[in-house]
């Protein structure tokens, strides 16, 4: 009678809270390592047999098929905040996506075509052919009787919660939430944010902003405040040769010498452009303060107490990012502010520069140097640094 009400295991209560969770956490790390980064963005290789128990644990614990999985994600950053974009809360809605995410799912997933199209170099193998993906439903139920079998009748809702927890926090946390609200720390070209920066509960698919800034990266922290447990993990996989990663997000270096504008410095400023934007309107934002507090007290138009945060914000963004509700806003500060006229002039030459993709290398070379030698003799002190430091760039 005990076995079957307590199961194998008789926990007291506090152990089957454990158990539940630890479970639900390996699921959530098989899909950030496995599903994400390794399947739909090939950000790292791993060892056959790791792979193997990744795809062995998704199918007991969320019936999902990797194919399809890779090919939805794919499209999401394809055709990100757009109208066939599988589930952008721009397009459906925030609540639709919140709790109606793994409908949206299963809809993208019926549209073979793109399927096709988006899930390509995922598993074909005998085993995904003829167990994983045409029985993708049935290894639910085997964990269903396992977790009878360990826990007895608390093994039912610990079965519960495993089977809510990826649609709970995937379907609606990261791609609801993770592109509502939330801080950013870079203006890429979609709504992406981080929600928290101690990626736990979701293996580190909290700081979505960073991953869709650097899709190909396997590490998703940038910040030095910012906690991914799901690189940690890759970590130690590499430590024992059970993974290798291919690719992380560039980071932002400045060299000591050699401050001529040439192909390597190009190379280095395009790659880190957002961090170079995120840089340029922290120093400048910092610069115009004083200006900003003028203008806001001298217009009524221009009232709103953060401006300040706003401008960095602006600053941060590509001219066409800026929300249409905070344009007339903009113009009024840059009408009466020949200082932030001056300093936002020259960021959206900046970015000029760098999405100028129809130029050619030696031309992009001699636009980089004259936007260099503007900013020098610009008379501001912090737009000067930020040129001589831009010189400097280099590839980590």
């Known amino acids: 009678m005990s076995v079957i009400l307590y199961g194998l295991t008789d926990l007291p209560w506090w152990g089957y809270v454990v158990a ?12 950030t390592i496995f599903l994400h980064r390794h399947q739909a963005h090939r950000a790292l290789d791993l060892h056959p047999l790791i792979s193997h128990f990744f795809r062995f644990w998704l199918w007991l614990t969320t019936g999902m098929v990797t194919k399809e999985w890779a090919a939805v994600h794919r499209k999401h950053h394809a055709r990100c905040e757009r109208q066939d974009d599988p589930h952008s809360p721009q397009v459906h809605g925030i609540w639709t996506v919140f709790f109606k995410g793994t409908w ?8 073979r075509e793109d399927i096709e199209k988006f899930g390509h170099a995922t ?14 439903g049935k290894g639910i139920f085997l964990l269903l009787a396992i977790d009878l079998a360990l826990f007895g009748l608390p093994g039912l809702l610990i079965w519960g919660v495993q089977m809510i927890w990826i649609p709970l926090f995937a379907a609606g946390v990261i791609n609801g939430i993770g592109h509502y609200w939330g801080y950013r720390n870079f203006e890429c070209e979609d709504a992406s944010t981080n929600i928290v920066p101690w990626g736990i509960l979701i293996g580190g698919e909290e700081l979505h902003n960073n991953h869709h800034t650097f899709g190909t990266s396997a590490k ?6 910012e906690f991914d447990i799901g690189w940690m993990y890759i970590r130690i996989l590499s430590m024992f040769g059970m993974a290798k990663v291919r690719k992380v997000a560039p980071r932002l ?6 401050l001529s504008i040439d192909a390597e ?3 280095a400023i395009v790659a880190n452009r957002y961090a170079l934007a995120a840089r340029f309107a922290r120093d400048l934002a910092h610069a115009c303060q004083e200006e900003l507090v003028r203008v806001r007290a001298a217009l009524p138009e221009v009232h709103t107490p953060d401006l300040p945060a706003k401008f960095k914000r602006w600053l941060k963004q590509e001219s066409q990012q800026t929300p249409e509700a905070e344009r007339h806003e903009l113009q009024q500060l840059l009408e009466n502010s020949p200082l932030a006229a001056k300093v936002y002039a020259m960021r959206q030459e900046l970015s000029r520069v760098w999405l100028r993709s129809n130029l050619t290398r030696e031309q992009l070379l001699q636009e980089l ?7 020098e003799s610009s008379g501001i002190a ?14 980590a």
């Open 369 to 375: 140097h004259d936007w260099c030698a503007r900013a």
């Open 123 to 136: 598993p074909d193998d005998w085993i995904e052919n003829k167990l994983y993906t045409p029985h993708n």
């Open 104 to 111: 949206l799912y299963r809809d993208a997933c019926a549209m």
């Open 253 to 258: 270096q400045c060299t000591g010498s050699k």
């Open 20 to 31: 539940a969770l630890a479970l639900t956490h390996v699921t959530i790390a098989s899909v």
């Open 265 to 267: 410095r190009l190379q």
């Open 382 to 395: 912090a737009l000067e640094r930020f040129a001589f430091d831009l010189r400097r760039v280099a590839l």
């Open 220 to 225: 998703l922290s940038h910040k030095w405040f």
